[in-house]
């Protein structure tokens, strides 16, 4: 069946440290992907998404890249903040019922 | 509204007492969906709507969860009989008919059973 997996937390960082969050998927067909973010005390946000193979998708200077010959979507920034403190959530639609299945988050910390 | 608003945010129960949890999607979007997130874990699927019909229950944990959705709107996932292990947030999204893979979250609602 499809799955996501991304990489285990909590990640710590300095203030203007280049950031990667891992994310590989299983999928059959072609699946959309998407990255979530979760602030503290707020709910669920979409960051970014990307529909189709080497589409590149970016908000609020993260940015992911749709490989399927790698099946992965890695999300990346290159200067983060202290207010990039939040847990980020990796997904994929397939589809078929726009069901989206989840990855288990990833906690980042950013410290001054 | 706005967003998706959910009612009531926090929910503290005793065992064995019904629930019932309220979301109210994006004016005009066809789509709503409810899951559950525990603590420390990622996110399971529940159920999903399309209007009023719920193609895909196959999330459901057991046949004390059930959901249901009025005029295509509000939507309404009630408990039975809450055991300790239902502790959750319980999250509600919703998402319009042309770009039905993106979903909008609602804030969610704490539930403690104790």
């Known amino acids: 069946g499809n799955s996501v997996t991304q990489m285990e937390g909590p990640v710590t960082l300095s203030e203007e440290a280049f950031l990667t969050i891992n994310c590989t998927y299983t999928?059959?067909?072609?699946?959309?992907l998407f990255w979530y973010v979760q602030y503290p005390g707020e709910g669920l946000q979409l960051l970014l998404k990307a529909t189709k193979a080497d589409d590149k998708g970016s908000n609020k200077g993260f940015e992911a890249t749709y490989r399927k010959e790698t099946t992965s979507f890695h999300l990346e920034k290159g200067s983060v903040q202290v207010s990039d403190s939040a847990v980020y959530f990796c997904?994929?639609?397939?589809?078929?019922?726009?069901?989206?299945?989840w990855g288990a988050g990833t906690k980042l910390i950013i410290k001054p | 509204g706005a967003g998706v608003s959910q009612s009531p945010s926090n929910k503290v129960t005793e065992k064995g007492k019904d629930v019932e949890l309220r979301c109210d999607p994006i004016s005009g979007h066809t789509a709503l969906y409810w899951y559950r997130q525990s603590l420390g874990q990622g996110l399971e699927f529940l159920i999903y709507f399309q209007g009023n019909s719920a193609p895909d229950k196959s999330g459901l944990p057991s046949d004390r969860f059930s959901a249901e959705r009025t005029g295509g709107s509000v939507s309404t996932l009630t408990i039975q009989r809450t055991q300790q292990e239902d502790s959750a947030v319980y999250l509600c999204?919703?998402?319009?008919?042309?770009?039905?893979?993106?979903?909008?979250f609602g804030p969610g609602t704490r539930l403690l059973v104790l």
């Open positions: 997904a994929l639609s397939d589809g078929s019922n726009y069901q989206l299945i």
């Open positions: 999928a059959t067909g072609y699946p959309s």
């Open positions: 999204a919703s998402s319009s008919r042309w770009t039905q893979e993106t979903q909008y």
